[in-house]
């Protein structure tokens, strides 16, 4: 009799135990809807909170919006570091171009020259050495150049070998330029000197990257819903802090802004492409870039 009583409660204390997990089971899925959907809300919550925009943690004063960037990205310890590479990469200064120029004055390509300088203690080259070229610069009348900045680019290659090197030119200030080659392969070798842009030309694209900051240019696009507003978007606008959207990366500091849009908001924003370049140049100076 005790053992048929056992075999009896055995079954009925089993299915209490599957009616409390049910139970169970059934209070974690309904309270786990719940907890997903404050979930949802208090994200939907905090995007609402958090600004559009967003600025460095610690950057330096903005600049007046008149200047040529809206905001200066760099944080206060980068400045040595960036102040050094802007001296490094800096162009050498060339005499202003008057407005009554005249094409004749300035560099020429055609009447230029460049020879090869000996080896230094006489001899073959080999591989290993420093080739170098002296280049002078002159103008369409074949009259030496007084100043640099002019940008050159020169080569020692050979075509058969399918081998080539670009060579550092140096810039004596005074008209003269040396490019120098490492020799890195055996056979014959060839040298070529193009010059990109006479320093008159370059002291144009200098007078306009100050003047028109944005000339090379960006567009974004936002959209919400049926709504779609492309801006113009740049690592600097001239334009208050609080009609642009800043996106500037919060890691690394890389400025990046883009026009408000008028009706859409910052985070609307879904695509970026490049918008276009202009160059503007003057009439006359637009014959220092004509090939």
């Known amino acids: ?22 139970l169970l089971v059934l209070w974690v899925i309904f309270y786990s809807v719940n907890f997903t959907d404050h979930i949802i809300c208090t994200l939907a919550e905090l995007k609402e909170k958090i600004p559009a925009t ?37 162009w050498p200064e060339t005499p202003s171009l008057p407005s009554n ?31 170098k070229v002296l280049i002078e610069m002159n103008d369409f009348k074949g009259r030496h150049k007084k100043s640099g900045g002019d940008l050159i680019f020169a080569r020692l290659h050979n075509p058969t070998v399918r081998a080539g090197v670009v060579g550092e030119v140096l810039d004596h200030r005074n ?24 320093s008159e030309a370059v002291k144009v694209i200098e007078r306009v990257n100050l003047e028109y900051p944005g000339r ?22 001239m334009a208050p802090p609080e009609q642009l959207c800043n996106f500037t990366d919060l890691n690394t500091g890389e400025p ?16 970026h492409s490049f918008g276009g370049f202009k ?3 003057m009439q006359k100076e637009k014959k220092l870039f004509q090939m």
């Open 54 to 90: 967003k600025t460095l943690k610690h950057p330096t004063e903005p600049q007046n919006h008149r200047a040529v960037c809206s905001f200066h990205s760099v944080f206060p310890e980068d400045v040595p570091e960036s102040d050094f590479l802007k001296d490094y990469i800096a």
């Open 216 to 237: 090379i240019f960006f567009r974004s696009l936002f959209r919400s819903g049926s709504v779609t507003e492309a801006t113009n978007c740049n690592v600097c606008l």
């Open 101 to 131: 120029f005249s094409l004749i004055d300035t560099s020429n390509a055609a009447h230029s020259t460049f020879t090869i300088l000996p080896r230094n203690g006489g001899g073959t080259w080999n591989v290993g050495d420093h080739l």
């Open 175 to 198: 008209g003269s330029y040396t490019a120098v080659f490492p020799l890195l392969w055996e056979g014959s070798a060839q040298v070529e000197v193009i010059l990109i842009h006479s």
């Open 256 to 271: 990046w802004f883009c026009y408000k849009p008028k009706t859409l908001r910052c985070e609307h924003r879904i695509t």
């Open 1 to 22: 009799m005790g053992d048929q009583t056992l075999r009896k409660c055995l079954p009925q204390k089993k299915s209490w135990i599957f009616l409390f997990l049910t």
């Open 279 to 281: 160059l503007n140049p």
